[in-house]
């Protein structure tokens, strides 16, 4: 699995627009995304990697568990929207990371 780290970081308000453009951008030429959030980067590549995603780019980071989950639940719903997503469910519904420094909003491509 190839691993990209484009994260950007700021308020979510700054953020939403550009990577909005960017996931419309990437399922352009991939057809569908996933979107996560983690808290260890490197087990969730390993994960992802078995179950047959072809890359992983991150594409935010914050400190705030709170930002992360929200982030990922707007991504989410502005694929959903337009048909390229393929998350079963609306964001924060899949494992809880532990209490982390640092969190990861990421895309996978097959």
Not at 16 to 44: E, K
Not at 50 to 72: D, F, N, P, Q
Request: charged letters at 25%; glycine letters at 12%.
């Amino acid at each position: 699995m190839e691993v990209y780290d484009w994260a950007t970081s700021g308020h979510l308000s700054a953020a939403i627009s550009t990577l909005n453009r960017a996931l419309g951008q990437f399922a352009r030429w991939h057809g569908i995304v996933y979107i996560g959030v983690t808290g260890s980067p490197a087990s969730r590549e390993e994960e992802h990697k078995r179950s047959g995603w072809g890359e992983m780019v991150y594409l935010y980071r914050t400190g705030s568990r709170k930002y992360a989950y929200e982030m990922e639940k707007r991504l989410i719903d502005h694929c959903r929207s337009r048909g390229y997503s393929a998350n079963d469910i609306g964001g924060s519904g899949g494992r809880r990371p532990c209490q982390c420094d640092v969190y990861y909003i990421y895309m996978l491509l097959e």
